[in-house]
């Protein structure tokens, strides 16, 4: 998607009865009168106004035009702007309006818009204006952030999505801001074709507490980053501690979340993992269809405490535990890389590879460990040997 900014308007598009009201030189009282809306001037100019001193350097101004525009009955700005021909005005509009469909729809059907307010549209879109972003093709393949848009607003249909993520299949578009999608589209299956799943009134709601879900424990992240900053390594300690550690994989799934995900269809799955709350990513991470347990494990709900388990846990899929291997992020952490070294799922050379970063005393460990193969315990026990000169 292409950079983009707002940009004042030309003084050619505002009447030049108004002008008093919006020149950078004018008097505060009149910019003040023209942010309230208290000016004799047709909707479609009143909207032009308001838009032109949003770039007041007074605050105050830009303040009282942003809350007239908010205030502004839907069925007075709707006609008004219905033929607006400046991006950065329709894309102001839709960002104060963001939760009203109406005026989305006549954003969204504008020459004028550019993609980069669509975008911004589809976070909230109800179904009838997803609908209508969706239709635009051209827009859609141009600017693949619409389609990523649409996929994690739980609104959005899920015919609209498969219709989408087919599109995107077809035409083979890159969806790096879903990387679990992402590669079960590189991967070639005809997933979208698989069983029906749940109903999708049904999906709809669970999807809508999921991502209700996932936005709570992102912002309960958020302020526990904040607070870490200002603590030492030994208050954080106690905290998690206090806390009860607040990552126990062992939890079981709240209600009957694991039965209702195992209904669902493969690409019903792959969407949860992608947007949905961490409870479900555990439970999808354990599921035995590929494109849906390396959805879960590229989700953005996933933590490095969740890696830690998950690579010593022996029951998960063989693809989750190589994925973990081969994360250079993930394997700078100690506890991870001595993990997968102990579990028989992780490929073996790279279980070789790791030896060359354990610990002296987990080499000897692994050297008389009966649950690891007797490659990984050999190599181990002369890394050791050569360690003590022996």
Not at 81 to 109: E, F, M, S
Not at 133 to 149: C, M, S, W
Not at 225 to 232: D, G, K, R
Not at 288 to 297: E, F
Request: aromatic share 4%; with cysteine; glycine share 4%.
């Amino acid at each position: 998607m292409t950079e983009f900014s707002r940009e004042p308007l030309d003084l050619s598009e505002i009447d030049p009865k108004l002008h008093r009201h919006v020149l950078a030189d004018a008097a505060p009282k009149l910019k003040m009168m023209a942010a309230r809306a208290m000016l004799p001037a047709p909707p479609e100019q009143m909207v032009r106004v308001l838009y032109q001193l949003q770039f007041d350097a007074d605050r105050a101004i830009q303040t009282g035009a942003r809350d007239s525009l908010a205030q502004m009955p839907e069925a007075v700005l709707a006609p008004a702007i219905q033929k607006a021909a400046h991006p950065g005005l329709l894309d102001w509009v839709g960002q104060v309006h963001a939760r009203n469909d109406a005026i989305g729809k006549v954003i969204a059907v504008n020459r004028a818009t550019d993609d980069h307010t669509i975008v911004g549209l589809c976070a909230h879109a109800g179904r009838e204006l997803a609908d209508i972003i969706a239709t635009n093709q051209v827009r859609v393949l141009r600017t693949p952030a619409i389609i990523e848009g649409l996929y994690k607003n739980p609104a959005v249909s899920s015919a609209t999505i498969d219709a989408l993520v087919e599109l995107a299949q077809r035409n083979q578009v890159e969806l790096k801001g879903l990387p679990g999608l992402n590669a079960a589209l590189r991967s070639g299956s005809n997933f979208l074709k698989a069983e029906p799943g749940v109903d999708d009134a049904v999906f709809s709601a669970l999807l809508s507490e999921e991502v209700s879900l996932a936005k709570e424990e992102d912002e309960e992240a958020k302020k526990v980053e904040e607070m870490a900053q200002n603590l030492t390594r030994s208050q954080m300690e106690k905290m998690r501690e206090n806390s009860g550690g607040g990552e126990d994989e062992d939890d079981e799934p709240r209600g009957n979340l694991m039965s209702q995900l195992n209904a669902m269809s493969i690409s019903q799955k792959i969407r949860m993992a992608t947007v949905g709350s961490h409870a479900a990513v555990k439970v999808l991470v354990r599921d035995q269809n590929k494109l849906v347990h390396m959805a879960a494990i590229r989700s953005p709900r996933v933590k490095l405490a969740d890696v830690a388990k998950f690579a010593s846990n022996k029951a998960l899929p063989d693809g989750v535990i190589e994925y973990i291997a081969n994360n250079r992020d993930w394997t700078q952490k100690y506890d991870i890389i001595k993990n997968l070294v102990h579990n028989p799922k992780t490929p073996l050379r790279e279980s070789l590879k790791f030896l060359n970063h354990m610990r002296s005393k987990d080499l000897r460990d692994l050297a008389r460990s009966r649950n690891v193969s007797h490659q990984v315990s050999r190599a181990a026990k002369a890394l050791a040997s050569k360690r003590s000169g022996v």
